[in-house]
Structures are given as structure tokens and as C-alpha cells.
């Protein structure tokens, strides 16, 4: 066959393409595809919530440790008393 | 709820039952683009999966300013120019190691006999070479002669899938049919030796 009618002949054969058919299942993977990644969401949603939870809880804590210690030992400045009538009433 | 624009509707708020429904009226086309792009069956159905994972999140993104088939074409043809530029990057990354290890050289991605599997059975040895030689293409080239000789679009139509002009389409078409012949010469000769 000739080069230039050979040519032609594979390039006239794109209009033997027809459909070609995707997989049966893609419907069933996509929305498989689209509950995992719902599920994966909801799970960091959670994750990150309770890491705030924690993190919140533990700067409560800190402030609460932090506002009942007294360095009593380096704090010379303060002058701590204590009213005995008060203590002992009788 | 029945035409293709109102699953759209459907679809923005969460009703996957409409998105099945688009799925079966657009998956073949889909499919069919992204193959003759990627040449490959297997990654072919993967994208075509994503394309619809996509059309679900972007949902809020169809304006409704062309067809929706346009924009499912334009999603899907992305995705599929995405895969290659990725399988690209791994060609080249396996040519670098092959460099300093002459054992792992080994050539990952090759389908010299790409079959289409919607050729009909007196094109498939026609078929072969075509596929072969449109792989040889730029990106941009084998994108719209993909589009219009296999999916049989109207230029203006690619012109939108691909946002770009009318006259850069009709350009890129013509370089695409010089370039396919320079190839096609190549084989026949390599034929005849």
C-alpha cells in the first residue's frame, strides 16, 4: 500500500471509535468514594474537637495551679498575716 | 428533576441519588474522552471516578454559563492532562534513579499496543497505530484532536472546554494533523525496513 494512502487510512479510522463503555460499577465506587470521605471528615472533626476539649481542659488546670501557688519562700516583698482572733475564736 | 441541570441543583445539596443519575447519563462520554487521553483502562476508570467525585464538590462552581456537559468535558480533560504531567514526573524521576542505579531502570509506563476498547474490529490494526501517534502529541494537541476527532465535537465547543480561542483551536488542530503524519511517515518506514 502506498505511504500516503495508508496515511489516510489510519487517520480515517478515529470514525471506527465508537463509545467505549466506563465500568458498570462507576456509580456504586464513586459514592463509596464519597461515604469514606464523609466518614474520614467526621473522624478528624472529632479528633480535632477532642484535642481542643484536652487543650482547653489543661490551660483551665494551669490557670487554676497558677493562681493558688504562693512562692512563700522567695516572696519578700509580701507581708503575710495571719489574724488569730479569726482562726481561734475562743 | 429531570434534565441534567437540575440534578445539578439536586446535587448542591447532597442528593446523591441525583448524582447516580448524572453518573449513568455522562460516564461513557467520560470515560471515553479521558481513554483515548491517557491510554490506559485502568487509570482511565480511576479519573473517570474522580471526575464525578469532583463534579459533586464543585457543584457550587457551575454557573450554568455553558452546557453542563462542557463543564463535565473541561473537569475530566484536567483531570486527564493532570495524570500525565504526574506519569511524566515518574518517567523521569525512574530515568534519574535508572542513572545511579542501573538495576532499577526499569521502564514503567510504556503501552506501545494501546487498543481502544471502542474500536471496531476491522479499525483495531489502524486504530493501534492512530492511538500511538496521537500519544506522540503536546498535551494541548492531543486535548483537542481527542475532542474533535474521537468525541466529534464542534471546534466551538472544545474552544470552551479548553478556554481558549476559537482560531488557537482551529491552529492547534492543524499542528496536531501535521504532527501526526510526520509520525505516521515514521512508522511506515520503520514498516517497510
Redesign the interface.
Known amino acids: 500500500m502506498k505511504k500516503e494512502t495508508w496515511i489516510q487510512d489510519v487517520l480515517e479510522s478515529s470514525k471506527g471509535v465508537k463509545s467505549a463503555m466506563a465500568n458498570p460499577f462507576t456509580t456504586t465506587r464513586v459514592l463509596a468514594n464519597l461515604t469514606e470521605e464523609q466518614t474520614q471528615i467526621k473522624r478528624w472533626q472529632l479528633s480535632l474537637s477532642v484535642a481542643c476539649l484536652l487543650l482547653v481542659l489543661f490551660s483551665v488546670i494551669q490557670i487554676n495551679q497558677n493562681d493558688i501557688s504562693i512562692d512563700f519562700e522567695n516572696d519578700t516583698k509580701t507581708s503575710y498575716s495571719v489574724n488569730y482572733s479569726q482562726l481561734y475564736p475562743y | 428533576m429531570e434534565s441534567p441541570e437540575n440534578w445539578i441543583e439536586e446535587i448542591r445539596k447532597g442528593n446523591?441519588n441525583a448524582?447516580?443519575k448524572l453518573?449513568?447519563e455522562f460516564?461513557?462520554?467520560?470515560?471515553?474522552s479521558v481513554?483515548?487521553i491517557v491510554q490506559n483502562p485502568e487509570d482511565a476508570?480511576e479519573i473517570?471516578?474522580d471526575v464525578?467525585?469532583e463534579v459533586?464538590h464543585s457543584a457550587d462552581k457551575f454557573r450554568g454559563d455553558s452546557k453542563l456537559s462542557t463543564w463535565i468535558y473541561r473537569i475530566a480533560n484536567n483531570k486527564a492532562l493532570d495524570h500525565l504531567r504526574k506519569k511524566k514526573r515518574k518517567k523521569r524521576f525512574a530515568f534519574i534513579t535508572s542513572l545511579f542505579d542501573p538495576h532499577s531502570g526499569e521502564q514503567v509506563f510504556d503501552q506501545p499496543n494501546f487498543e481502544?476498547?471502542?474500536?471496531?474490529l476491522?479499525?483495531k490494526e489502524?486504530?493501534k497505530?492512530?492511538f500511538a501517534?496521537i500519544d506522540k502529541l503536546s498535551a494541548k494537541q492531543k486535548q483537542a484532536y481527542v475532542l474533535n476527532?474521537?468525541e466529534g465535537l464542534p471546534n466551538k465547543e472544545i474552544a470552551e472546554i479548553m478556554d481558549m480561542s476559537l482560531s488557537s483551536i482551529d491552529s492547534l488542530l492543524h499542528r496536531a494533523?501535521g504532527s501526526?503524519?510526520k509520525e505516521?511517515?515514521g512508522f511506515?518506514n520503520k514498516m517497510k525496513d
Open positions: 446523591q448524582l447516580s453518573i449513568v460516564q461513557d462520554r467520560v470515560f471515553n481513554i483515548s476508570q473517570t471516578q464525578f467525585i459533586y481502544h476498547p471502542g474500536v471496531i476491522e479499525q489502524n486504530a497505530y492512530l501517534a476527532k474521537i494533523k501526526l503524519r505516521l511517515e511506515y
